[in-house]
């Protein structure tokens, strides 16, 4: 991400780039910062265009419109889809696109292997905006409440991750509350953290697992209603819970050769809190238990992708079969 800072910095940019990748707030982020590097307030030179299906024909058409009193026109294309099926027309088209445009793919899915994935790095840059690390994570929360003046020791910022998750547009969310709450204070304490933070999602569905492994299933149902009155999509519950499972199968498996919570932390790439909190969870199920749900899960997530199942019907299944 350091040639997107750069370029946004000297105002010298690619004819294209690609942000992808799970954390949404650093594609969100960033998608911002480019357009208002590029065009600013100007909306005579600004277009955006979202979703599968769409209509290379107009994409083309606009790309090659020059800008209106301006050096730059900016084309923001979201959700295309375009990354994990094929465009001949458009991947033709890039080499010859106007110097005066650049585009801006954000996109969920992308497949590393395609031909435009292929061209976008070698004409423009592609970032991945992958969750990030604990160590990551504090830094940047830690420089949030900085510049507020606040002060936070490491377990207490451990206690904080560990109740917002490592989601950063929530962890964002629960900073502006501690630090409204705090108002006046200057050291953050293990109980301002209780206090304001909410049981997160990830902590339902930390649950649900287990509850479905333990064929708990009025428990696991129960926890789902929670979730789908949080307004959370039935297709995100399934993949966070697919997640879990499948940092339950390699948390068992490490721990099975003896490694520790700190190593399995590293190996895995994940915050030491979380294992901490998977290894407990891990010595309840055996191998053989963990590694049928995650089969499960596979198997429930290919069903809604091919519209064999509805993704509430899909959540419902794994809960009763698991």
């Given at each position: 991400?350091?040639?997107?800072?750069?370029?946004?910095?000297?105002?010298?940019?690619?004819?294209?780039?690609?942000?992808?990748?799970?954390?949404?707030?650093?594609?969100?982020?960033?998608?911002?910062?480019?357009?208002?590097?590029?065009?600013?307030e100007?909306?005579?030179?600004?277009a955006?265009?979202?979703?599968?299906?769409?209509?290379?024909?107009?994409l083309?058409r606009?790309?090659?419109?020059?800008?209106?009193?301006?050096?730059?026109?900016?084309?923001?294309?979201?959700?295309?889809?375009?990354?994990?099926?094929?465009?001949?027309?458009?991947?033709?088209?890039?080499?010859?696109?106007p110097?005066?445009?650049?585009?801006?793919?954000?996109?969920?899915?992308?497949?590393?292997?395609?031909?435009?994935?292929?061209?976008?790095?070698?004409?423009?840059?592609?970032?991945?905006?992958?969750?990030?690390?604990?160590?990551q994570?504090?830094?940047?929360?830690?420089?949030?409440?900085?510049?507020?003046?606040k002060?936070?020791?490491?377990?207490?910022?451990?206690?904080?991750l560990?109740?917002t998750?490592?989601?950063?547009?929530?962890?964002?969310?629960?900073?502006?509350?501690?630090?409204?709450?705090?108002?006046?204070?200057?050291?953050?304490?293990?109980?301002?953290?209780?206090?304001?933070?909410a049981?997160?999602?990830?902590?339902?569905i930390?649950?649900?697992?287990?509850a479905?492994?333990?064929?708990?299933?009025?428990?696991?149902?129960?926890?789902?209603?929670?979730?789908?009155?949080?307004?959370?999509?039935?297709?995100?519950?399934?993949?966070?819970?697919?997640?879990?499972?499948?940092?339950?199968?390699?948390?068992?498996?490490?721990?099975?050769?003896?490694?520790?919570?700190?190593?399995?932390?590293?190996?895995?790439?994940?915050?030491?809190?979380?294992?901490?909190?998977?290894?407990?969870?891990?010595?309840q199920?055996?191998?053989?238990?963990?590694?049928?749900?995650?089969?499960?899960?596979?198997?429930?997530e290919?069903?809604?992708?091919?519209?064999?199942?509805?993704?509430?019907?899909?959540?419902?299944?794994?809960?009763?079969?698991g």
């Open positions: 991400m350091q040639i997107l800072n750069e370029d946004i910095k000297e105002r010298t940019f690619k004819p294209v780039y690609l942000l992808f990748g799970e954390e949404a707030f650093l594609k969100n982020s960033y998608k911002n910062r480019l357009r208002e590097a590029v065009t600013g100007d909306t005579m030179n600004f955006r265009f979202e979703g599968k299906n769409l209509d290379v024909n107009e083309i606009v790309a090659d419109t020059m800008p209106f009193f301006a050096e730059k026109r900016l084309i923001l294309i979201e959700d295309s889809g375009f990354f994990k099926s094929a465009q001949e027309k458009f991947l033709q088209y890039l080499p010859v696109m110097d005066s445009t650049c585009l801006v793919f954000v996109e969920s899915e992308v497949d590393k292997r395609s031909k435009l994935y292929k061209k976008v790095k070698s004409m423009g840059y592609a970032a991945e905006m992958a969750r990030q690390d604990s160590a994570l504090g830094r940047w929360a830690g420089a949030i409440l900085a510049k507020e003046g002060k936070i020791t490491t377990a207490t910022m451990e206690l904080f560990s109740m998750g490592d989601d950063m547009e929530n962890i964002q969310r629960e900073l502006e509350k501690l630090i409204c709450f705090t108002m006046g204070q200057e050291v953050i304490t293990d109980e301002d953290v209780e206090t304001v933070c049981v997160r999602v990830s902590s339902r930390f649950e649900m697992v287990t479905i492994v333990n064929r708990q299933t009025k428990k696991a149902m129960d926890l789902y209603e929670d979730l789908l009155a949080l307004k959370e999509p039935p297709m995100r519950i399934l993949i966070l819970i697919a997640r879990q499972f499948n940092q339950l199968l390699q948390v068992k498996e490490l721990m099975e050769k003896g490694m520790n919570r700190g190593t399995i932390a590293s190996r895995l790439k994940m915050q030491p809190f979380v294992a901490g909190k998977i290894m407990p969870q891990a010595r199920f055996s191998r053989d238990q963990i590694f049928s749900c995650v089969n499960l899960c596979v198997e429930m290919e069903a809604v992708k091919t519209g064999r199942l509805s993704e509430r019907l899909a959540v419902e299944l794994l809960i009763t079969r």
